[in-house]
Structure formats: C-alpha cells, structure tokens
C-alpha cells in the first residue's frame, strides 16, 4: 500500500498506539475533577501532558486547552472571540482558500450581521499583501484569519510580514492562525510567532482521531464555545481526557523531533514526483516553494475522482480536494481563488506525504502513472 494522503489524516505511530494502552489502565481512569486519589492522579496526570504540550509549542499552561479537533478550535476561537470583543470592531479579514472550518465560522458570523471581508490571494495561494492593507485600512477590523499551510497545495503564508502588517496598520485586530497543516513541519514557536489564538489536530501528526489544541494568548479574552462543568479554566467544558491529551502529546514529541531528517526525505520525494509527473505532462498546482508535504498535480484527461479510483486499483490512496467536502463532487474553491482554470482544477488530485514515506513508494507511484496512462488514457 502507498499511502499519500497524509494531509486528509495521518496513521496511528507504534508510539501513540503504546502510549494508548499505557494511559488506558484502570489506575489512571478516573475522572480529573473527583476529590479522592485516583481523580488527584489524574488530574496531576493531565496537567503534566497540558505542561509538557504546552513546552513543545512555545506556549504557557495556562494558554493550551484540549479540543475534540482543529475544526472545535476554529470555532471556539472565531465565533468565541468575535462574541466576546463587540467593542474591537465589527469586521473580519481572511481568505477565501481557508478551510471550511474557517469558512464556516465566517459564514455564520456574516448571517449574525458581521462584515467579512476577504483580501485576494495569488497564483501562489498567498494573500496579497496590498489587499490585507486595504481592508484593515478601513478600520473596524477585531480579527484577521489566516492558515500557516494550505492543506491543498502546501502554499506556506507569509506569516512574519502578514503579522507584521496588521501590527502596523491595524494594532488591535487580533490574529487566529490555523497551523494544522504545518505541525511538526514548520518549527512554531507561539510565545514569539505573534498570533493570538491557534488551532492544532492530532490525527494530523499520527495521534488517533478526537483530540485536538487551542492555543489562546494569555490576556485574550473569548466566549468558550461549550459551556457545562467549567473544566479547562471554563474554556472548553466536558471531563477530560489524559488519554486523548497524553496521545496529542505522545505525537507532538515524535513530529517534533528530527523534523529536518524527515523533511529532506520528504523534499527528495516531492522534487523527484515534480519532475516526473511534469515530464509526462501532469501540471504541478502547488507552488514552487510550498511545503513539500503536499504536492497537487492535474492529470490531463482523467478527472480527479477517475484518477484517485485508478490509482486505488493499485493500492495507492490520494485525495481530490480536502477530504471533508470531497463527496459532495465540487471543484476546489482553493484551486479556483487561486487563478487556476475549472478544467485544470477539474482534474486536480493531492499527494500529500508524511515522515513515513520513501523514495521506493515515489518510484513505484511513478510505475502505476504509467500503466494508468498506458490503459486509460483516450488518445
Ligand atoms: N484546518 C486545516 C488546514 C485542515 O487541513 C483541517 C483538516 O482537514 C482542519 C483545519 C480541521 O481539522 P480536524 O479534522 O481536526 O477538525
């Protein structure tokens, strides 16, 4: 099996799968907020997970809260945020190749009557510098969002300058960064990246699904999105889970270290499936310097699902556009914001890779192309 779908979901490490049965024993159970032993254990147990994912990030304690997933902490975050600042503004800028867990979000602040203003993108999926000068110039601005990686083409936001720029021309606009696709591939440190509220996914870096994290800057103040017993400073109620937290962090540590060494394997696959895939007249959609993580090509005369079925037949798993909104048979709106005609995007499909993969998997990728072209290209 090659599996090339990483930015859709990663596997399960050994690493995460141990830790799991580790913090699964009965002796650590119990529930966090109990008054006797076990829950003290347990409670000590997932404040030391909070504290040491916390290090990892660059981030305080105090400033990490556990979510189910990146899409609960884009929504606490944007609605949370925008709900609780009336007085910083009525508006919000952001792009319109967020992914839908942003877009969301935004919608549904629009219908509450909230101004969203989107600021262009180029052909390299980056937005355009002059655009976000342009809206915040004309005040009202409380939050800016953005993502640090496009989960569709890699394309890497130019975060220093952007933040660099809502500092200058708008101070107070405060920041949401969604670094899902850039954890443990990018190095991030939140004390010093100067965003204000960030949102992260296990089942990205190879923990299991149903854990994620929100980073809020101390002093940020939002609405929490689930309100109940008050657990997690009252930020993010429901009893929590060591389990959950622990696999997070047991993924953290091992997507944060040697991030380098697999990064430059990961460089070798993505230049030599560039090269091969353009030479047989497949267009490269992601741009030259996105993070090599990700790599979306259009196969010329093979729409996007044909080609993803094609390929299964060989046991090799990509994606069309983001796997959430992949049944519901649209062309990317990512592909299309970014200048990218219908037809091209039409036919659009994502590799993306993770530290796992190797250079025999590109190679043996390469085989199938050609058989697929051999058997199904009508010429
Ligand atoms: N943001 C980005 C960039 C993503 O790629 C995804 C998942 O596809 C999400 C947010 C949502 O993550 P989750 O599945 O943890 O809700």
Known sequence: ???????????????????????????????????HKLGNKAAELYEGIRTETAGLLGAKTDEIF??????????????????????AGNAVISTRTEHKATLECLEYLSKLGYEIRY????????????????????????????TLVNNETGSILPFESISKTIKAVSPDTAIYLDCVQALGKLPINLSSMGADMCSFSGHKIHSIKGNGVL??????????????????????SGTQSPVLAGAFLEALKEVTSEVDE????????????????SSRGAKI???????????????????????????EIYDIYV????????????????????????????NAVRLSFSRYNTMDEAVEFIKCV?????????K
Do not use: W
């Open 1 to 35: 099996m090659i599996y090339f779908d990483n930015s859709a979901t990663t596997f399960v490490s050994d690493g995460v799968r141990a830790k799991l049965q580790e913090l699964t024993d009965n002796s650590l159970s119990a529930n966090p907020g109990a008054l």
């Open 262 to 277: 697999a990064r430059s394997e990961v460089e070798k696959i993505n230049a030599y499936l560039r090269k091969e895939l």
């Open 215 to 236: 980073y809020i800057r101390k002093g940020v103040r939002i609405d929490p999105l689930i309100l109940g017993g008050g657990q997690q400073e009252g930020m993010r």
């Open 319 to 346: 994606s069309t556009v983001s796997a959430c909104s992949a049944k519901q048979k649209k062309v990317s709106y990512v592909l299309l914001e970014m200048g990218v005609d219908r037809k091209t995007a039409a």
């Open 66 to 87: 556990f979510t189910s997933c990146a899409t609960e902490s884009a929504n606490t975050a944007i609605k949370g945020y925008m709900s609780r600042n009336k007085r």
């Open 285 to 311: 959609l992601s741009p030259d310097d996105a993070l090599p993580y990700v790599l979306n090509v259009s196969f010329e005369g093979f729409e996007s699902e044909t080609m993803l079925h094609c390929l």
């Open 119 to 146: 600021v262009k993108v180029g052909h390299d999926g980056k937005p355009v510098m002059e655009s976000i000068e342009e809206e915040l110039k004309k005040g009202g601005v409380a939050l800016a969002c953005f």
């Open 370 to 378: 050609d058989e697929i072209y051999d058997q199904f290209l009508v």
